[in-house]
Structure formats: C-alpha cells, structure tokens
C-alpha cells in the first residue's frame, strides 16, 4: 500500500511540474489591474420636444485624434507575381480619348487611347472607367490594364465587355501607373 501511495505521489508530483513549466498553473498570485479613471466630461442633457425625433452624439470634451503617418504598402500583380508598388513621379501618362463601342452581340465596352508621356517605361498601367445611368448615378465600373509601356508609345485600350441596359455615359475615374 505504502509503495502504490508514493508511486501516486510522484505521479502528481510530475504531474503538477509539467502544468507549472507549461504555464497552465500559476503558483504566483498576480494582483488584479487597478481600475482606469476616465475623466470627467460634461454630457448635454437632450430635451425632448414632442413629434420631434433626434439624435444626439456626444463627442468627448478637448480630445484631438492625433495624426499618425503610416507607411503605405501596396503590392501590384504582375505577370510573374506580386511585386511592391513604389510611387514614381516620372510615370506620366495623358488620355487622349474614349469612346464607346458595342459589338455584334450588343455588348458594350469602353474602348480608347493613352500615352505614355514620361521619360520612363512604366510597368503597369490600369485605366478605371465608371459607368452611369441617365440620372447621373453610377451603375459600375470596368477597367482594362497593359504591361510595360515604354515613353512616347500610346496604348490603344478595351475594356471587358458589359450588358446594361440602363448605361448612357462613361468617365475615366483613375489611370494609375505602377
């Protein structure tokens, strides 16, 4: 009896060993966080009017966000991969037209030219269009991209093909270079 006793002793012990080492168990009582004061702030109090609907936003009082600069990093996709985009400001690149064009099955695309106004060969090139209804609302977007457009070269552009019956203008919203 006395062997089965310090046996099982020596179980537990190794036991509670691995639990301490594994940090399941803490044999040190940790204090409890002090509780964090928040400042007093002055609340309006709302008054209510009757068939009035309101809704009141209570901002705290002398608190300015601070601005903090945070390293942008974008990655353009590239027929061999991923590779980080780096602002350059010699890619320049001119519109000098767009139109619309329609196919023999009455889809639709945005079709066009854009130069490469730069001393430099820029690597990627995306045109994004929006497109309208006749209210004046955008209904969507399409885009068309070219790799590698040396200086001085223009690229005549298409986009995907699209079918809405309600689009009735276009606008290039962006040309980014990349």
Not at 170 to 176: K, L, N, S, Y
Request: charged share 15%; glycine share 6%; aromatic share 6%.
């Amino acid at each position: 009896m006395m062997k089965i006793n310090i046996r099982m002793m020596g179980l537990l012990s190794l036991l509670i060993a691995l639990l301490l080492l594994a940090g399941c168990m803490n044999p040190v009582q940790v204090n409890p966080v002090s509780p964090v004061t928040v400042p007093a702030t002055t609340i309006p109090t709302p008054t209510i009017t009757p068939g009035v609907i309101a809704l009141v936003t209570v901002a705290p009082v002398n608190s300015v966000p601070e601005e903090t600069q945070i390293p942008v990093e974008a990655y353009v996709k590239r027929p061999y991969g991923f590779v980080q985009y780096e602002y350059n400001p010699a890619h320049k690149v001119r519109l000098l037209e767009s139109h619309v064009e329609t196919d023999p099955t009455g889809s639709r695309m945005i079709g066009g030219t854009i130069k490469n106004i730069g001393p430099d060969r820029i690597d990627l090139v995306t045109v994004t269009i929006t497109l309208f209804n006749a209210d004046g609302n955008a209904i969507g977007s399409v885009s068309s991209e070219v790799n590698y457009l040396e200086p001085n070269k223009v690229w005549k552009f298409r986009t995907t093909p699209f079918i809405m019956s309600d689009f009735r203008s276009h606008q290039v919203a962006e040309i980014f270079t990349g």
